[in-house]
């Protein structure tokens, strides 16, 4: 469900995680679960959803792919709404789903979908597909080993799966659809391609959806935790998806006896070192580097990070944060100067330097003299088998904003024409300047550029290569350039100084 990646190169090991809906792999079978049997779950509430999809091609961002179908699974809930993961119908041109036991397919449409927790609701305007279902509760979370029902459609077969197995981790890792990390269960139930968006039951109530599954391992899926859905539900009730919200600093742990010693901390006292504080979250202010997190809204962090937290166990301190709502405010208590020092915080959604895949957003882009310029977000990454390392380090290494560099720029490739002669060879580096300028963002850059100074556009690039190229002969390239490779829109018109 990402786009096809470029040629050459091996797979690149930090994808380890696989989303359900894009896996073409054995299906399980129909089984009766340990803690009950099939018939005591409300299989009429189980739906099956095919999706007809166009992506973009962020190699040629003018331009879709060709449509394509997938398939994922969902849950009939209150109110005659369907919920599911939102890859299952990121891209959506059409949307049809069918219930078990009813062969009809019936023309459904999204009412909100939240990309960073992958959830969506669907709903069906013809009454008659929500005729005698039973909606599934949301229940609270099980023990750990608590036996659980996966419910779906995975390939291999047209009827509904069930399927059965242990709640085996909770903790929080990252989601496969946004990058993101947040609550997940981990579960020793099959679960294959299709199961996306599947119910994960217990005791008849929904604990979870079912989400990605770990590469190169056995029976070891993930789901979204009811806990999460219900902030989704939260985050609904304005008709704005926000998603969940940021704090806005990076925590180092504090396993060294020498570093808490360095800081003056007192015997016994844990927390995470603050060591950096990105501009324009809500920490800038707040927070400053070398302060150390002791407490968030009353819970001890930890040295390693970590709070403990009723009835999950230890979990990462950053989901203190993402289990609340944008505006919502946090207590923080930290150690500066030899003191404890009590902050309130107001809490924001703040894109990273290179924020995760923009789904459903039409690709930004530029073309100037056959440059194709593009705001670099993690979906970029996925049209190559071995991401490039220049990439992959701003991405996963140097994600911080700056307050002279608020988004990331990459050029994507070069359109060959006799302006840009020299430079075809050009691509996936990174934009650092442009007419003398740093490049805050993509927005800069298309300032930078509408109206250039001087007899050059003139831009620098990560690996220092330089592109100089006439403004005198730019507005004339540019047309020729669209023409010649079917660009119908560039979506930015450079005010260059046509050939005199």
Not at 267 to 279: A, C, I, R
Not at 297 to 314: F, I, M, Q, W
Not at 328 to 336: K, L
């Amino acid at each position: 469900m990402l786009p096809h990646p470029r040629s050459g190169g091996a797979r690149h090991g930090l994808t380890v995680l696989a989303i359900l809906g894009c896996l073409a792999l054995s299906a399980c079978g129909v089984a009766t679960s340990r803690g009950g049997s099939a018939e005591q779950i409300a299989l009429d509430s189980i739906v099956k959803i095919v999706v007809g999809c166009s992506y973009p091609d962020l190699a040629s961002p003018w331009q879709k792919r060709p449509m394509d179908q997938v398939s994922g699974s969902g849950a009939i809930i209150a109110d005659h709404r369907i919920l599911t993961n939102a890859h299952v119908v990121v891209y959506a041109v059409d949307i049809q789903v069918s219930r078990h036991g009813d062969p009809e397919m019936y023309a459904a449409r999204v009412l909100s979908i939240d990309h960073e927790r992958d959830l969506a609701l669907l709903t069906v305007d013809d009454p008659a597909f929500f005729e005698h279902a039973t909606p599934l509760e949301l229940g609270p979370l099980p023990k750990l080993q608590s036996p659980v029902e996966v419910c779906g459609y995975p390939l291999g077969g047209k009827s509904l799966s069930v399927t059965e197995g242990v709640l085996s981790r909770i903790e929080t890792d990252l989601y496969s659809h946004s990058f993101r990390e947040n609550l997940l269960l981990q579960l020793d139930a099959p679960m294959n391609s299709g199961n996306s968006g599947g119910p994960v039951l217990s005791d008849g109530r929904l604990i979870g959806l079912a989400m990605q599954v770990l590469e190169e391992a056995e029976n070891i899926g993930y789901c979204i935790p009811s806990p999460v859905i219900e902030q989704f539900f939260q985050d609904c009730e304005d008709g704005v998806i926000s998603g969940p919200p940021s704090l806005g600093v990076l925590l180092q742990p504090m396993m060294s006896p020498a570093l808490r010693q360095a800081l003056h901390m007192s015997k016994g006292t844990s927390g995470g070192l603050v060591n950096w504080v990105l501009p324009g979250t809500p920490a800038e202010g707040a927070l400053e580097v070398d302060d150390v997190i002791l407490r968030i809204d009353g819970h001890d962090v930890a040295n390693d990070l970590t709070v403990d937290l009723k009835p999950y166990g230890r979990l990462d301190c950053g989901y203190l944060v993402t289990r609340k709502q944008v505006g919502d405010s946090m207590a923080v208590t930290v150690w500066r100067d030899g003191k404890r020092r009590e902050v309130q915080i107001g809490l924001e959604n703040v894109p990273d330097l290179v924020p995760g895949p923009q789904h459903d957003d039409r690709p930004e882009y530029l073309i100037c003299g056959g440059l194709v310029l593009a705001p670099f977000d993690i979906a970029y990454l996925f049209l190559f088998d071995e991401f490039p390392d220049n990439l992959a380090s701003a991405a996963f290494a140097y994600n911080e904003r700056t307050d002279d560099r608020r988004q990331a720029v990459v050029l994507v490739r070069v359109l060959p024409h006799p302006i840009n002669k020299g430079y075809h060879e050009l691509e996936d580096i990174l934009l650092t300047e442009a007419m003398g300028e740093r490049v805050r963002d993509f927005a800069h850059l298309k300032q930078l550029l509408d109206d250039p100074a001087g007899d050059w556009i003139d831009l620098r690039f990560d690996d220092h290569t330089r592109v100089m190229l006439p403004v005198s002969e730019l507005q004339h390239a540019n047309a020729e350039i669209m023409k010649r490779y079917n660009v119908h829109e560039a979506q930015v018109s450079l005010n260059a100084r046509s050939e005199e």
